[in-house]
């Protein structure tokens, strides 16, 4: 097995080659153009199709012409989400009361209650 040295591999050309490829920065590299390229492309060509999806969609009807499903839940907040705006609600500085006194608190709880739409309503 033949070893060459530096000053030979320097002298290649095929070495030069690839040095020089590799000296490049990234935004000259062949590949990278193509990648940002192809990006660009498929951006534009999806922004394109959104907007001539919207331009096309036929209008929303009004919603006295909409049928809701029979076996369907009404939209609204579940348990846990309820919990957790009341939560919110029974701690923040104006509910919370004097320094010290943790009896405002529950007292909170029980008193109040939230709504489907997210609303804190006395009880």
């Known amino acids: 097995m033949r070893y060459r040295w530096r000053d030979e591999y320097e002298s290649d050309p095929e070495y030069q080659r690839i040095l020089a490829r590799l000296e490049l920065p990234w935004w000259k590299r062949p590949v990278a153009q193509v990648a940002v390229v192809a990006s660009a492309a498929a951006f534009v ?10 331009s096309t969609d036929s209008p ?5 012409d909409q049928v809701q499903p029979q076996n369907e839940e009404p939209a609204g907040l579940t ?11 029974c701690t923040s500085d104006q509910m919370r009361g004097p320094a010290g006194d943790s009896s405002v608190f529950p007292t909170c709880m029980g008193d109040y ?3 489907d ?3 804190v309503m006395p009880k």
């Open 60 to 64: 929303s009807p009004s919603s006295s």
């Open 117 to 119: 739409q997210g609303m």
């Open 79 to 89: 348990y846990q989400q309820k919990q957790q705006i009341l939560f919110k609600f």
């Open 45 to 54: 060509v999806g922004a394109l199709i959104g907007s001539a999806q919207d």
């Open 113 to 115: 209650y939230v709504t």
